[in-house]
Nanobody, 114 residues
Framework: QVQLVESGGGLVQPGGSLRLSCAAS????????MAWYRQAPGKQRELVAS???????NYADSVKGRFTISRDNAKNTVYLQMNSLKPEDTAVYYC????????WGQGTQVTVSS
């Protein structure tokens, strides 16, 4: 139903930061609970963070205190600010609706390595 375009990934050193963006199409973006997911090689996709229409957030234990999810409804965009990055954060990061996921986008690669 919605198109999703992730961007902002790249190669960073441990301890570094990145901000990911997810641009979504559609006129009902503001009512959706949105989420960021990631998938590392050989592992299943896992939920990283979610944010409701009223701004309530949840985080996986592995990223709590380091990552911050936010949204700008006027721009149909969800963000993931990632600080204090660790090598185990290396993965392809995707965004999607939480309750009724649409087709998955291309994702954006995050590589944390020294």
């Amino acid at each position: 139903q919605v198109q999703l375009v992730e961007s902002g990934g790249g190669l960073v050193q441990p301890g570094g930061s990145l901000r990911l963006s997810c641009a979504a199409s559609g006129s009902r973006f503001s009512i959706y609970t949105m989420a960021w997911y990631r998938q590392a090689p050989g592992k299943q996709r896992e939920l990283v963070a979610s944010i409701t229409s009223d701004g309530s957030t949840n985080y996986a234990d592995s990223v709590k205190g380091r990552f911050t999810i936010s949204r700008d409804n006027a721009k149909n965009t969800v963000y993931l600010q990632m600080n204090s990055l660790k090598p185990e954060d290396t993965a392809v990061y995707y965004c999607n609706r939480y309750y009724r996921p649409s087709d998955w986008g291309q994702g954006t690669q995050v590589t944390v390595s020294s």
